[in-house]
T-cell receptor, first 113, second 113 residues
Framework: AQTVTQSQPEMSVQEAETVTLSCTYDTSESDYYLFWYKQPPSRQMILVIRQEAYKQQNATENRFSVNFQKAAKSFSLKISDSQLGDAAMYFCASLYTGNQFYFGTGTSLTVIP | DTGVSQNPRHKITKRGQNVTFRCDPISEHNRLYWYRQTLGQGPEFLTYFQNEAQLEKSRLLSDRFSAERPKGSFSTLEIQRTEQGDSAMYLC???????????FGQGTRLTVV
């Protein structure tokens, strides 16, 4: 079974500071993709960042970056210079062989002004 | 294109009634997914389509649930004889099979009373 685990139900960060959200996954597949999605309250999920498993270089999108540790099956999200608009639920997700996405249980991020 | 559209946004129904939700994906996207999300949980896979073909169904999708995508464009999810345990947010997502990013709708929140 493919599983995604987020062990931090809630996190908080001071505005302008850096926070790291953790995610681990379990798979026997060699070809897969990993994602972080953001779900603001009462709004749709949007993609924050994605990582192809075959790429060794960690993905970066502006203030968002990942630490992809393939051997450890770890995929953490770092948010730098946190902003009030970053407050949301963050879901780690995986995709294997082009089929369904598997999601973790989410981390609720609070940004403190 | 305004993205993935889901209707209705909210539905309150009495136990035992049938409900139907609609999802209009992004026009060029040939893959369409249905997910269910309960409070405090990540989205759980229900089913997905490639064009009009339903390629995979979760064991979560009991006989009371049926999904269609008759012309490979919009999709409907019907729940018959609703139960209180069906109360959840039902999410639709679409993507083009040549890419890995899925785009989500805002969801339909179902409350069974």
């Amino acid at each position: 079974a493919q599983t995604v685990t987020q062990s931090q139900p809630e996190m908080s960060v001071q505005e302008a500071e850096t926070v790291t959200l953790s995610c681990t996954y379990d798979t026997s597949e060699s070809d897969y993709y990993l994602f972080w999605y953001k779900q603001p309250p009462s709004r749709q999920m949007i993609l924050v960042i994605r990582q192809e498993a075959y790429k060794q270089q960690n993905a970066t999108e502006n203030r968002f970056s990942v630490n992809f540790q393939k051997a450890a099956k770890s995929f953490s999200l770092k948010i730098s210079d946190s902003q009030l608009g970053d407050a949301a639920m963050y879901f780690c997700a995986s995709l294997y062989t082009g089929n369904q996405f598997y999601f973790g249980t989410g981390t609720s991020l609070t940004v403190i002004p | 294109d305004t993205g993935v559209s889901q209707n209705p946004r909210h539905k309150i129904t009495k136990r035992g009634q049938n409900v139907t939700f609609r999802c209009d994906p992004i026009s060029e996207h040939n893959r369409l997914y249905w997910y269910r999300q309960t409070l405090g949980q990540g989205p759980e896979f229900l089913t997905y389509f490639q064009n009009e073909a339903q390629l995979e169904k979760s064991r979560l999708l009991s006989d009371r649930f049926s999904a269609e995508r008759p012309k490979g464009s919009f999709s409907t999810l019907e729940i018959q004889r609703t139960e209180q345990g069906d109360s959840a947010m039902y999410l639709c997502a679409s993507r083009y099979s040549g890419d890995i990013e899925a785009f989500f709708g805002q969801g339909t929140r179902l409350t069974v009373v």
